[in-house]
Structures are given as structure tokens and as C-alpha cells.
């Protein structure tokens, strides 16, 4: 490994030795730089790598709030603002029970990369709370929200830091959060956060946006391996807004989707998941996956009983892991290699180990990586900020064509990336240097900032 990321790797975990996902995130990107800091020794002398992977401002807070039955429950409260190189910190809120530093710093570093590829003026950050909002009313989770907003709001702003949703933090989560922040600034900022209903600022397709955008890279990713997803099968993990709106897409693109999980276990639909009956359990009900056997009772049901989810377990041509951080691991990653899956998808942050990852790449499988082919999410916010900035909404097929061509950009900033770096096919390295060529650059160019 080249001497200077080789360096920072070990000054970072010494600093942050009880960070595991912020230091696999940190690991995976920079030891995929070296065919770009070998080049020029710019990088070094400008000190970018270590000014890079150092938040601009990490801000931790304690949250106060009452439960249904009166008693006093307190939680902490996070955003990371990581970068404000290329436009006002952006990224989502998590309200999850896994939720602490590291992870937050993770997910921040990550979205750097990610808002960079977009092409958009946004910078990078992430927030959130260990609050789950599983099994709470309605009551408890707009307190639990206020409480949250009325620390939050003195350190975001529509031009400073955009906030969103993410897992844990849908439409009912973001509506508490904007009422709460108007309601103190006694303003209508309806750029301050994104992911907000249609009826008070929100965009259409926003819901859609980080399952599309899988799929329109997905498939310009197989369209330059002489493939499509037509006829594929495919199985996908989570079953949330990222998970449900891929398998639409894909459906519509002429594959069959046979799987789909939560926490508890995966289902198993040979004849293709029945979508209406998954958004009816996730979205109306909050429902379990297993409930799915109720519409259909000869589907099959894999319960969950290690780390692993036998969702991987399934033959399929392709997966895509749209759950949560390092659930696809190594010996998942064999399995599904030795069934014959062609290519792997991430739609959730780092779903895929490195080890996993590396051993796709090893075995020839095509690897879309999250900071590319999830960032439809962040790029339709982002497509909401300027509407919200120009007073005007767009309809669902403008959003979803800027959407798609986005995404299409995205796929081949990556390509020609990891062709210039003599690793072509490797979308990993591909994306993490297309993002950090533009990083690197506006760092340069404002100074000792």
C-alpha cells in the first residue's frame, strides 16, 4: 500500500480504535485511492487525505422526552456535519437502537463520496438518534421528534444543513421534525429538510428515488457487460421504502423478484413477490415479513436464527442488499457465488463486508457500490431543495427522467474512472476516485479551511 495512505489508515485507528464501521468505511475508500495519490503528490503535501477524513463538526446532544405512560425516557441525539465542500452539509436522520458514533461518522463519510458523485451542489453529513420508534404510538414518536428538533434546528438551515430521512425516519418522522422547526423559527423554510409530504413541500418520486436509482445503475452497469435485467431473478434484502420501490423498478424491467426479508427471517415467492401484499404489511400495517404467508400461503418463510439471513442462501442472478450496514458477509458472499449470482447491488450504506466484497470481485461478479448506486435518494432531495428554492414542483416524470439521468451519469463517472486507473469492471475504486478527484480539488482550490 502506498506509505501516505498507509499512514493515515494508522493514524486514524489509533484516534478512533473503538470505531469499527467508521474504520472499515474509512479503509475501504482510501485503500482504493492508490492508483491517484501514486500520480501526484499533491494529495500528501496539501494534507488532503487527513483533512478529508476528519469531520468539519460532530455535534452530540441528549433528548428529553415523555412516554404514554408519563415517565421520562432520554436518548442521544447526533449529526455529523462532515463536509460543506461542495454545497450546505446533506444527508438523513436514523432512529435506531444501533445507532452511536461510529456509525454516524460512517454513514457521514460515506455521504461525502456519494453527494460528490451526484454532481449536485451538496456536502456531506449524518445524524440521528438510538431512539427506535418500533412499538412507539404516534404520540410518543412526534415528542420523542420535537425534543430531538428543538436541539437540532440551532444547527441546520436550508443554506447550512439539509436533513433527511433514512432507516427508522420515513414521512411520519420527517412531518414531526418539520412542524417542530417551523414552529420555533415561526418561518416556512421548506428547503431545510427534504423527504417531506407532497402537501407541504415535498417532491414526487422522493419516495421512490433510492430504488429506482438502484435499478437505472444496475442496469447501465449490465447494459456494458452485454447483459440486462430482463428475465433475471432477483432477491432483495429489507423490505422498506429502498427495498420495495428496486423491486418495482425491477419488475418493470422485466426481471422477477422471488425474495424479500426483515429482521426476523426472508420470504420466498417462486412465482414473484406479490408487492401489494408487502406494502399493505410494511407501510399500512408495520407488519411482520412472515405475514406475507397470509396472502400467500404457499410462499415459504426462512426464519432468522444466527447473524446471517438465509435470504443469501437463495439462488438468484442478482442481489440486492437493501437492509442495513455489513449484512451481506463473507461466507454469504460464497454461497451466493457458488448459486451463480452475476451481480450484486448495494442499496442500503455498506451492506457488503470488504472480505465480502473482494470476494465477488475476486469471482468475477459485477459490484455496484452503495456510494454510487444508492445515491438516487440524495440526488432526488437534492432535485427537491431546488424546487423548493424556485417555488415550483416538477411532476413524477420529470423527477424520475432527471433521476435516471443522474444515475446514468453516475454509472459512467465510475466506469471511466476505473478505466483510467487500469482496474476496469472495479465500479468500487471507480467510484471512490471519480468522488474524490472533485473533493480533493475544491479542497485545493478554497485553502486552509
Not at 418500533?134 to 436541539?151: I, L, Y
Request: charged share 25%; net charge neutral.
Amino acid at each position: 500500500m502506498n506509505s501516505y495512505i498507509e499512514r493515515v489508515i494508522s493514524d486514524a485507528q489509533q484516534k478512533n480504535s473503538n470505531q469499527p464501521e467508521f474504520l472499515q468505511a474509512l479503509k475501504e475508500v482510501l485503500s482504493s485511492l492508490e492508483p491517484i495519490i501514486d500520480k501526484d503528490d499533491k494529495y500528501e503535501k496539501n494534507s488532503i487525505l487527513e483533512r478529508m477524513t476528519e469531520p468539519e463538526r460532530i455535534i452530540m446532544f441528549r433528548v428529553p422526552w415523555v412516554d404514554d405512560n408519563g415517565k421520562i425516557q432520554v436518548n442521544r441525539g447526533y449529526r455529523i456535519q462532515f463536509s460543506s465542500l461542495i454545497g450546505p452539509y446533506k444527508g438523513g436522520l436514523r432512529f435506531h437502537p444501533s445507532v452511536n458514533l461510529s456509525v454516524m461518522k460512517f454513514l457521514g463519510f460515506e455521504q461525502i463520496f456519494k453527494n460528490a458523485l451526484t454532481g449536485l451542489p451538496i456536502g456531506g453529513a449524518k445524524g440521528g438518534s438510538d431512539f427506535n420508534p418500533k412499538g412507539k404510538s404516534d404520540a410518543e414518536v412526534m415528542r420523542f421528534c420535537q425534543s430531538f428538533m428543538t436541539e437540532l434546528y440551532r444547527h441546520i438551515g436550508q443554506d447550512v444543513d439539509v436533513p433527511a430521512g433514512d432507516i427508522g425516519v420515513g414521512g411520519r418522522e420527517i412531518g414531526y421534525l418539520f412542524g417542530q422547526y417551523k414552529r420555533i423559527r415561526n418561518a416556512y423554510e421548506g428547503g431545510v429538510l427534504t423527504g417531506k409530504a407532497i402537501c407541504y413541500g415535498g417532491s414526487l418520486a422522493r419516495t421512490e428515488a433510492t430504488g429506482y436509482g438502484l435499478l437505472f445503475y444496475m442496469r447501465e452497469m449490465l447494459k456494458q457487460h452485454n447483459s440486462s435485467m430482463e428475465g433475471k431473478t432477483v432477491t432483495i434484502s429489507g423490505s422498506g421504502n429502498v427495498a420495495i420501490y428496486a423491486a418495482q423498478k425491477a419488475f418493470s424491467m422485466g426481471a422477477k423478484v422471488v425474495a424479500m426479508s426483515d429482521s426476523n427471517g426472508c420470504i420466498y415467492d417462486e412465482n414473484g413477490i406479490d408487492l401489494d401484499c408487502i406494502k399493505e404489511i410494511k407501510e399500512v400495517k408495520r407488519g411482520r415479513i412472515k405475514e406475507y404467508l397470509d396472502c400467500h400461503p404457499n410462499a415459504k418463510y426462512f426464519e432468522k436464527t444466527g447473524e446471517n439471513s438465509p435470504i443469501w442462501e437463495i439462488k438468484t442472478d442478482i442481489a440486492l442488499p437493501c437492509a442495513t450496514q455489513n449484512e451481506l458477509q463473507l461466507e454469504d458472499a460464497k454461497k451466493l457465488v457458488a448459486n451463480g449470482v452475476i451481480a450484486v447491488g448495494e442499496g442500503a450504506n455498506m451492506p457488503t463486508t470488504l472480505e465480502a466484497t473482494e470476494y465477488f470481485l475476486a469471482n468475477k461478479v459485477l459490484f455496484a457500490p452503495a456510494k454510487a448506486a444508492n445515491a438516487g435518494g440524495v440526488a432526488t432531495s437534492a432535485i427537491e431543495m431546488t424546487q423548493n428554492s424556485i417555488r415550483y414542483y416538477y411532476t413524477f416524470d420529470e423527477v424520475e427522467k432527471k433521476l435516471d439521468r443522474i444515475m446514468t451519469n453516475i454509472f459512467h463517472e465510475c466506469k471511466v474512472a476505473a478505466d483510467e486507473a487500469g482496474v476496469s469492471g472495479n465500479y468500487v475504486v471507480g467510484a471512490n476516485i471519480a468522488a474524490f478527484k472533485k473533493l480533493a480539488d475544491a479542497m485545493i482550490a478554497q485553502g486552509l479551511v
